[in-house]
């Protein structure tokens, strides 16, 4: 093993020897990092859709404006009046209500439909009003019944009420479906993985088409060296120098993008080990299958970027049909995001990524098998 490790340990030093592995390593991952989760982070919370609404307040009196921050503090997405035409719905108060509340008198909120709203967004909105008029009907209740002397509230009696804490705590969550990955949480592993096979597959191929036509494999070959340590000895420097990126993109997923790893962290790292592993095999297998340099360039760039497409390091599989989702476990690129996204996105723990892992490692194996049979001097 000390000549796997030596061959590995040499090409490693060798790679970041030129400065473009750096541009193509760390620097244009990061730049796709940030620009695909910038567009891609949507508003509000990825797993929580929040439909844009205008909040039109004609009462003029007290109960109109806690009415409006109740209803901000629903999660509504309010929008400015400049903006009033991409709204999905319009709440308009009517300027009566503090004063048909004041003479326990009922009033009609004005609900108004949007020309281009879709219906979800419509009931989403719908729910959070409700929710709102729960809540302020609530709060009047119990200003009424600590008035015992017949005097009507005042709204320091019910900013008072709404201040206090909650004794009643709900926790929700969304059961069967489980959020579209956005933001960061989308756009770091899926540009990862996507990185990850196209440099190995690019630095892996070009530089044993490159060894070959230089005759450096034939003068490695003089030396008492197996066919399989040469071959493992590739791969494993490969191997590190995909370890490398993905350390990189751990810590600045971590403290710069705050990526949710949490605990989930060993795992989502075991993860990207064994599909480095699987990629650099790949580098290898192509290496050898093909003589020219400039010919595996372009086969690992179109080979990676069709993987990546089909795979879903372009756009969250969750919002396309089934069948994209059947092509993708075809590639170990989808294998390797499903399991990414249920420790980043989904919070499933260790147990939900064994099949995905299973997989890859499957992966591994037969390309390394195909990597040390097709392997040309």
């Known amino acids: 093993m000390k000549r796997v490790f030596d061959i ?12 473009s592995a750096y541009i193509w390593l760390f620097a244009m991952p990061l730049a796709f990092v940030y620009i695909m989760g910038f567009a891609a982070r949507g508003p509000g919370k990825a797993y929580n859709r929040t439909p844009p609404v205008l909040l039109e307040n004609a009462d003029s009196h007290f109960l109109g404006r806690i009415f409006l921050d109740e209803l901000k503090a629903q999660d509504m997405w309010v929008l400015s009046p400049t903006n009033q035409e991409s709204a999905a719905r319009v709440i308009r108060i009517p300027a009566d209500l503090t004063d048909n509340a004041l003479q326990l008198k009922p009033t009609r909120l004005q609900f108004l439909k949007g020309e281009d709203s879709a219906e979800a967004d419509t009931a989403l909105i719908e729910v959070r009003l409700v929710r709102a008029l729960i809540a302020l009907n609530g709060h009047l209740l119990e200003a009424a019944m600590q008035t015992n002397t017949g005097a009507t509230f005042t709204e320091p009696q019910l900013r008072d009420i709404i201040a206090k804490p909650n004794p009643v705590s709900l926790d929700a969550s969304f059961a069967g479906r489980k959020p579209t990955p956005t933001g960061f949480n989308f756009s770091l592993p899926g540009n990862l993985v996507m990185y990850l096979m196209m440099n190995l597959l690019i630095f892996g191929g ?15 070959m003089v030396f008492p060296l197996a066919r399989w340590e040469l071959v493992m000895g590739k791969i494993y420097g490969l191997f590190l ?3 490398a990126q993905i350390a990189f993109f751990l ?7 705050h990526v949710n790893l949490g605990s989930n962290l060993p795992a989502v790292a075991l993860t990207l080990i064994i599909f480095s592993w699987v990629a650099a095999s790949l580098g290898v297998l192509v290496g050898s299958l093909t003589a020219a340099e400039d010919r595996v360039v372009g086969i690992c760039v179109l080979a990676s970027l069709l993987m990546a497409a089909l795979g879903g390091c372009w756009w969250p599989l969750e919002i396309g049909p089934p069948v994209m989702k059947t092509i993708a476990l075809c590639t170990p690129n989808g294998w390797a995001l499903q399991a990414l996204h249920q420790l980043i996105s989904f919070g499933s723990g260790f147990d939900a990524v064994l099949l995905p892992l299973g997989v890859l490692l499957a992966f591994g194996a037969a390309m390394n098998l195909l990597a040390a049979r097709y392997f040309r001097y």
């Open 251 to 257: 810590v600045v997923g971590k403290f710069l993008f």
């Open 206 to 220: 070009a530089t044993i088409a490159a060894e070959r036509r230089n005759g450096v494999i034939k003068r490695l």
């Open 8 to 19: 590995g340990h040499t090409d490693l030093r060798l790679f970041f020897k030129h400065k």
């Open 241 to 243: 120098l995909g370890i």
